[in-house]
């Protein structure tokens, strides 16, 4: 199997394990004030898996596709990230 590959899977299992283990945390706190603040950590767990399997992926392909692309990819990411944050 392709390392890219398995890293890429295996980062987005640890995010929705996280994910998931964070669901469960709010359930048993049952506190408002608490929930949001592991909500808003989860905001930065979100995020940082995005940039990681995106560059893992980049890195993998950057050989077979021209540098206009790559630019054109972080762009997009960008935008998503522009877009969410307003």
């Given at each position: 199997m392709d390392k890219a590959?398995?890293?890429m899977a295996l980062l987005r299992?640890?995010?929705g394990t996280i994910e998931i283990s964070a669901a469960f945390l709010i359930f048993k706190i049952h506190q408002v004030d608490k929930a949001l603040l592991i909500n808003s950590s989860l905001a930065i767990v979100g995020p940082l898996i995005?940039?990681?399997t995106t560059s893992i992926g980049l890195l993998s392909i950057a050989?077979?596709?021209s540098y206009v692309k790559i630019i054109w990819i972080?762009?997009?990411?960008i935008c998503i990230f522009y877009g969410v944050s307003k």
């Open positions: 590959i398995l890293g299992l640890l995010s995005l940039i990681i050989a077979d596709i972080f762009v997009g990411i």
